[in-house]
């Protein structure tokens, strides 16, 4: 019993009130309003992970690129694509160095033959929840 209500505040805390009140909003966005948003958070996530994520930053360092030269989601063209196994094998390059919250692992289903692993933290569970909700 004390596990199903540590998920449910896992998946239904503070966090993910303000997620969903920010995805509701999106609710009526056009078409061009949507792909700002999306832009904007591509954008977000890519500034995060070239300065706190050892494998985007050493990949966009070989390749010579700056978190600018990716705005829009055809720009994720000029980043190599990634699999599980390079995941697995450079698992550790993928943390990012400067969160220090709880972290969770998570696991994909495995129909590929082994299940993939990764962490996760409590707004990535929250945000999560509020788009299937959303």
Do not use: H
């Not at 303000?18 to 792909?35: A, N, W």
């Not at 948003?37 to 966009?60: D, F, G």
């Amino acid at each position: 019993m004390l596990k199903s209500i540590l998920k449910y505040y896992m998946k239904n805390g503070s966090l993910f009130k303000v997620f969903l009140k920010e995805l509701e909003g999106t609710e009526k966005y056009s078409p061009v309003e949507v792909e700002c948003y999306q832009n904007e958070k591509l954008q977000q996530t890519i500034r995060i992970v070239c300065e706190n994520v050892s494998y985007y930053r050493n990949v966009m360092k070989k390749l010579k690129l700056t978190p600018e030269d990716i705005k829009i989601k055809e720009d994720l063209r000029k980043l190599p694509i990634i699999n599980k196994q390079i995941v697995q094998q450079n698992f550790k390059d993928f943390r990012n160095a400067n969160f220090k919250g709880l972290v969770f692992k998570g696991y994909t289903s495995g129909t590929t033959g082994s299940p993939g692993m990764f962490l996760r933290d409590l707004k990535s569970i929250n945000f999560e929840n509020a788009f299937l909700w959303r």
